[in-house]
Every structure is written in C-alpha cells, then in structure tokens.
C-alpha cells in the first residue's frame, strides 16, 4: 500500500526543530543512522513530513531519496499526521470478505478524506490495515482503542458523531 504524503501545511515548532538538530547531532558519524534519526523524529513531530525528512538529508548528508524510502519501506513511519481520534479500518480477508471495504468507503465520505489522510482540524485521520486480530467480529474497525464489530456502512456516521461530540 502507498503511503501517502500529508497535504496538510506543516506546523513544526522551533523547538521540534532544536530537538531534531540535536538527534541529527547524536547520531552525524554513526553508520546506519537513517533509520533511528526517523524513528526520534517521528517521536519528536507524530509523524515525517517531507520538511522533516529533508532537515534529516541535510544534516546526516545523506540523499533525500534515501530517507524517503525508509520512510516509505517501514509501516512504523507515517508520512501524513494522525488526528485526535485515529480510525483504523480492517481490510484484511476475512474483513474484506464481509463488507470492510465499504465500510471504509462510507467513512472516507462522512470525513472528507482518504485512506491515509487527516481532516485539516486534525480531528479525524483514517487508516487501512491489515488484519488487526478480531476476525470473528469482522468487518472490524477502530478508534483509538475503541473497536467497532460487525459493522455495515450505516453504522459509521453514528460512530463518527460520537467522536465528533466529545
């Protein structure tokens, strides 16, 4: 699955960014550096927006191709932010098989956003996964902790507004 970059405008600190400086620093001589600069800097943002991943390239000297693509490679990165409620939705198969897919489809048209996006208030933000180990309640999706069970596409806005009211 391509992973997609936010179209959010970025809205890093001065402070995030002093923190990356110093992780940059830390870490400028060690081979194999890329990999746990992005996982500090994910720490540090809540996710790598390209300004993030170039501040990386420039300061281990690295190509910017390259820490895209860990980035990319590893599911543990995220390109886009996550909002203040995270919607999972299950397409693993046996999810997939019972409606999973529609599910997501209603939710991405209550939202406004796509598989892998975040609403401009950063409220919201949606995921596609795969199989998340509740099989018996599928198609299954979650909120945060929260997990949502035999679900047809009606279910959504009503799980939506709960969210929305908190």
Do not use: W
């Not at 870490?27 to 890329?34: C, I, L, N, S, Y």
């Not at 746990?36 to 690295?62: F, H, K, S």
């Not at 599910?103 to 949606?126: H, M, N, Q, W, Y």
């Amino acid at each position: 699955m391509l992973k997609k970059i936010s179209s959010l405008p970025f809205q890093g600190t001065p402070e995030q960014e002093a923190k990356l400086k110093e992780v940059i620093a830390q870490h400028k001589d060690d081979p194999g550096a890329v990999m746990p600069v992005l996982q500090e800097a994910q720490d540090i943002y809540g996710y790598l927006p390209l300004e993030v991943q170039t501040m990386i390239a420039e300061g281990l000297d690295v190509p910017i191709d390259e820490v895209y693509g860990v980035a990319t490679f590893y599911s543990q990165f995220a390109l886009s932010p996550k909002g203040k409620y995270h919607i999972s939705v299950c397409l693993g198969t046996a999810c997939y098989v019972k409606g999973s897919g529609k599910v997501l489809d209603k939710l991405s048209e209550e939202l406004g956003i796509a598989a892998e996006e975040c609403t401009p208030d950063t409220r919201f933000s949606l995921t596609a996964c795969r199989c998340i180990g509740a099989c018996g309640l599928a198609p299954v999706i979650t909120v945060n902790d929260d997990v949502y069970g035999r679900l047809v596409p009606e279910d959504v806005p009503g799980i939506i507004a709960k969210y929305k009211e908190a």
